[in-house]
């Protein structure tokens, strides 16, 4: 019965600093974020430098972090600013997990900025991110506003087939009648 208390308090003081280390991470990355984002005198250069940082302070933790309120918000303008380095290192760790953010309360509005980025400089990278998941993704609330975006980004072939695979062989059979 002795052990089991002071494995009970081992534990406890394992959450304790996880949380602590949580809590140094995430401000860190929020003064970042504050740096970049208040001050108007900033040139592109440091404002780049300063969402770098910003998102070398959450690297290992992004999609953990995604899914909280601040660093979300943080994520989002430390994407929009990033350089090319950074943010590819960044999207390399989130890619894997779009899916998972995009059901987030907090996450999704990461998942639409990274969509909106990868739009634009990598198509294949964005095809194949969200493939064969809209229907799964249409069934939760946030998601479906991810779905949503991501139909008015891609291209009218992508478009059918997200059609295709949310409505299946029916809208193959009626679907070449209305085409």
Known sequence: AGGEGVRAAGKAEGRRSHKAAVKAVTKDAVLLW???RS???LTAEDRARHADAALSALKGQLVA???DAKTSRVTQAAIKCAGDDARKEAFEELLPHLAELA???HGHFVVKRVLDYLERHDGKALDKALRRKTAFL???QYSADVVDHLYHLVSATRRREMLLELF????V???DEAA
Not at 168 to 171: V, W
């Open 168 to 171: 299946g062989k029916e809208f």
């Open 173 to 175: 059979v009626f679907g």
């Open 39 to 41: 001050d108007k005198k």
């Open 34 to 36: 504050e740096k970049f």
């Open 138 to 140: 249409l069934r939760q």
């Open 65 to 67: 972090r995604c899914m």
């Open 103 to 105: 059901k987030g309360r």
